[in-house]
């Protein structure tokens, strides 16, 4: 990890973290959570705003979210964003629709 983001993290000393990444349309939010129906409540409301499905897998990654999770005992989720992908690849023509949240009928 940067050691920029490291620092930043303890600076601001944030209650909750979003790491986003590119496509699925799921999120993922456990991860050796130590307040497992807090951060489920908060993942449930996440989904249910978003629409994506919850992943109940831990997932065993090495990114921010899964750091911050251990080192501050805070909830800390990755929502995949875009529908899947073939090729793992964001689309842009997505884009819009992700921060607004207005998605079209398919």
């Not at 000393?13 to 951060?39: A, C, K, M």
């Amino acid at each position: 990890m940067q050691p920029f983001l490291l620092h930043f993290t303890y600076r601001v000393d944030p209650l909750i973290t979003s790491s986003y990444h590119s496509t699925g349309r799921v999120i993922y939010w456990l991860y050796f959570n130590q307040h497992l129906e807090r951060d489920r409540a908060i993942a449930e409301r996440y989904a249910a705003l978003t629409g994506y499905q919850l992943v109940n897998d831990i997932f065993l990654g090495a990114g921010y979210r899964d750091w911050f999770v251990k080192e501050f005992q805070r909830p800390g989720f990755t929502p995949e964003l875009q529908p899947p992908s073939r090729t793992g690849h964001s689309n842009l023509k997505y884009f819009p629709e992700e921060w607004t949240g207005m998605r079209p009928q398919d």
